[in-house]
């Protein structure tokens, strides 16, 4: 194994650890929308509510739901927002993110490799570079007032959520960098190691 396929492995691993990872998010978020979800229908059901099932007070079941949904919802939105931050590196390194290859899947492996190049060293980089640069400050003022929630009973750590808009560009940048290197092992006629999966 050569030593761009041994950089071009490790920068991988990073997606594919952090893709595994948030894997399992999305259970936990199914989990908490259906928390979310259901109690509010329930408890807002009058017929539902003099079933009086289990001999539960069903009054402060309704109270505790009602001063934790709002961190619930939040919650969701965390969770949503970590899947497809993280997850999208791992998206990329899969080959499962769109693209529009109409013309693209007709090319060779060499013309795939220079629209591959280009597209990253004219679009790719300068976006997600803009997205880092660009979201420093925003992050930055954030944790400077450990900013939470604007809803009653939210979570109180949004400044760590916002992090995700440094974190995710970063991520990108380093999977780029690994379809880059492959990508200047097909033109040197090389064959890459496909990466570990």
Same mark, same amino acid.
């Given at each position: +194994?050569?030593?761009?396929? @041994?950089?071009?492995?490790?920068?991988?691993?990073?997606?594919?650890?952090?893709?595994?990872?948030?894997?399992?998010?999305?259970?936990?978020?199914?989990?908490?929308?259906?928390?979310?979800?259901?109690?509010?229908?329930?408890?807002?059901?009058?017929?539902?509510?003099?079933?009086?099932?289990?001999?539960?007070?069903?009054?402060?079941?309704?109270?505790?739901? /009602?001063?934790?949904?709002?961190? +619930?919802?939040?919650? &969701?939105?965390f969770l949503h927002a970590t899947i497809f931050m993280?997850?999208?590196?791992?998206? +990329?390194? /899969?080959?499962?993110?769109?693209? &529009?290859?109409?013309?693209?899947?007709?090319?060779?492996?060499?013309?795939?490799?220079?629209?591959?190049?280009?597209?990253?060293?004219?679009?790719?980089?300068?976006?997600f570079i803009f997205i880092w640069v660009m979201s420093?400050?925003?992050?930055?003022?954030?944790? /400077?007032?450990?900013?939470?929630?604007?809803?009653?009973?939210?979570?109180?750590?949004?400044?760590?959520?916002?992090?995700?808009?440094?974190?995710?560009?970063? +991520?990108?940048?380093?999977?780029?960098?690994?379809?880059l290197l492959r990508n200047i092992q097909i033109l040197? @006629?090389?064959?890459?190691?496909?990466?570990?999966?």
């Amino acid at each position: +194994m050569s030593t761009i396929d @041994k950089i071009t492995h490790k920068l991988d691993m990073i997606s594919e650890y952090a893709g595994r990872t948030v894997a399992w998010f999305v259970l936990l978020l199914a989990l908490l929308t259906l928390l979310v979800a259901l109690p509010r229908y329930l408890l807002s059901n009058e017929s539902f509510m003099q079933l009086n099932l289990f001999w539960l007070n069903w009054e402060d079941i309704r109270l505790l739901y /009602s001063s934790n949904v709002n961190a +619930m919802s939040d919650g &969701i939105q965390f969770l949503h927002a970590t899947i497809f931050m993280v997850g999208i590196s791992y998206a +990329m390194k /899969s080959d499962d993110h769109v693209q &529009i290859d109409i013309i693209y899947r007709n090319l060779s492996a060499r013309s795939k490799a220079w629209v591959n190049i280009l597209g990253m060293l004219l679009l790719f980089y300068p976006t997600f570079i803009f997205i880092w640069v660009m979201s420093w400050q925003y992050v930055l003022n954030s944790w /400077s007032i450990f900013e939470s929630s604007s809803r009653p009973g939210g979570l109180q750590f949004i400044f760590v959520l916002k992090t995700f808009l440094l974190i995710m560009p970063a +991520m990108m940048i380093l999977q780029g960098s690994a379809l880059l290197l492959r990508n200047i092992q097909i033109l040197r @006629k090389q064959t890459p190691e496909a990466g570990a999966n």
